[in-house]
């Protein structure tokens, strides 16, 4: 079993749904939560990062942390076609090196 | 505000060659880690630099090496390229020294590809 699993899509959605996005992981040592967007030959920035579980809003983006589940979310409410590119979950323990997942393709249709 | 530098953008190389990407990283930051990003993947942790040594690593050959400088700057050397090492490189970096360690700040890569 991989520490981070994330669906790949490609997931394509109307402009102005609300889009969810998630990852489950293995390794209970994962304090630290994150989420990158990833645009066509460009390198990853940095969206939102979590500790431990709870939630965390930032304008249309929502992050959640469930770690009695293992299980992480991303929404983005009110999306648009600007929004369209991969999205990666990444987390981290003490030993802070950080783990990504394969990254979901999102295509928001105009 | 100069983010984090790569280069080159592309490079080709033959198998058995050696190559060496280079990174600046942002003002301000002491830290850099390299990732492998196979297409279709999420970037895969090479190792990390700290103070000029390293300080973690990932499961990555031997053939995979790097370097610090005092000025943070950094370099990644693979030798003995395979067809299997042609990926987009990414160089990221952060500030352990002021506990943001997690705040990654990523170059636009290296697209590397061994033919």
């Known amino acids: 079993q991989k520490e981070v699993e994330q669906d790949p899509g490609p997931l394509s959605v109307p402009e102005g749904a609300i889009v969810s996005l998630n990852c489950t992981y293995s390794?209970?040592?994962?304090?630290?939560f994150m989420w990158y967007r990833q645009y066509s030959r460009k390198g990853p920035e940095l969206l939102m990062y979590?500790?431990?579980?709870g939630n965390k809003e930032d304008g249309r983006f929502t992050a959640q942390v469930d770690k009695s589940s293992k299980y992480i979310s991303l929404f983005i409410r009110d999306s648009q076609p600007s929004d369209s590119a991969t999205y990666l979950c990444a987390m981290s323990g003490r030993d802070d090196k950080i783990i990504f997942g394969k990254g979901t393709r999102l295509h928001i249709l105009p | 505000d100069a983010g984090v530098t790569q280069s080159p953008t592309h490079l080709i190389k033959t198998r058995g060659q050696q190559v060496t990407l280079r990174c600046s990283p942002k003002?301000?930051?002491?830290?850099v880690s390299w990732y492998q990003q196979a297409l279709g993947q999420g970037p895969q942790f090479i190792f990390q630099?700290?103070?000029?040594?390293?300080?973690q690593r990932g499961n990555f050959p031997d053939r995979f090496s790097g370097h610090q400088f005092p000025n943070y700057s950094s370099e990644l050397n693979v030798n003995a390229l395979l067809l299997g090492d042609s990926a987009l490189y990414l160089c990221a970096s952060s500030s352990i020294g002021q506990g943001d360690w997690y705040g990654y700040t990523f170059g636009s890569g290296t697209r590397l590809t061994v033919v």
């Open positions: 003002s301000g930051h002491d830290t």
């Open positions: 630099y700290y103070e000029e040594e390293e300080r």
């Open positions: 390794n209970s040592a994962f304090q630290y």
């Open positions: 979590t500790y431990s579980s």
